[in-house]
């Protein structure tokens, strides 16, 4: 599938397909390091605000080391899914619609913050202005944590590629201005394992396009990059 409006895409996506979303993330992180990062940033921390939540991909492991997590998304389709899978939870959680540039969250609520997988869209929903837009939007995370607490954001680091980098100039842009304001990067493997060659196409064709990249390769296992970056709220 060749992807000609990728706003119009994801837009799409997280409007009208939560499900097949989960079913493309759970494939995620072969080799644990994310869920280690993640493990360690709940160690650090009793209340987190997860922005950017969708279906769960942070809130619902979080949520399983004993943090109180609010979770924040723009889509209400995303926040169905990720409900279902917080029920059987044995963790503290809420759940709101909201942006990530006006946080429904008191001041200094919560020990830390992780946007995963958010921030990044600026670069595709507001081409001129993206700077200002990230700037709001770390603003709020600063916001919301208390000074010395824990500020993450995770981006994708590109997929099916061997090595780890932007997939384009405008991400590219975001990571260094990210750095620029204090966040310190790491590289994770995140690779995806799919449970059959025939879902790897499937899934990679329908949320990135690379259909016949899976088809060349003819393999479950699919590489990946995920960056980290980390800082001290102020």
Not at 115 to 126: D, I, K, L, N, P
Not at 138 to 161: F, N, W
Not at 192 to 211: K, P
């Amino acid at each position: 599938m060749r992807i000609t409006d990728w706003k119009e895409h994801f837009a799409r996506i997280y409007a009208n397909e939560p499900d097949q979303y989960q079913r493309l993330v759970a494939a995620e992180d072969a080799y644990g390091e994310l869920a280690a990062r993640i493990e360690a940033t709940a160690e650090r921390a009793n209340t987190i605000v997860d922005i950017g939540a969708g279906t769960g991909r942070l809130t619902v492991p979080l949520c399983r080391y004993g943090v109180e997590v609010h979770a924040v998304d723009q889509a209400a389709p995303m926040l169905e899914v990720a409900a279902r899978r917080l029920e059987s939870s044995v963790g503290t959680w809420r759940l709101s619609v909201g942006d990530a540039r006006e946080l429904p969250i008191p001041d200094q609520w919560a020990d830390g913050a992780v946007a995963g997988w958010v921030y990044g869209h600026f670069t595709e929903w507001h081409t001129d202005g993206w700077r200002d837009e990230l700037a709001a939007a770390i603003a709020e995370m600063d916001r919301v944590v208390r000074p010395g607490g824990t500020e993450v954001v995770i981006d994708t680091l590109g997929t099916a590629v061997a090595e780890p980098g932007a997939p384009n100039a405008a991400l590219a842009a975001y990571h260094e201005e990210l750095e620029r304001v204090g966040f310190e990067r790491s590289v994770l493997r995140t690779d995806y394992r799919f449970a059959s060659v025939e879902e790897s196409i499937e899934l990679l064709d329908w949320f990135f396009g690379l259909g016949d990249w899976a088809r060349g390769h003819n393999s479950p296992l699919i590489p990946e990059f995920t960056g980290w970056w980390e800082r001290r709220s102020s």
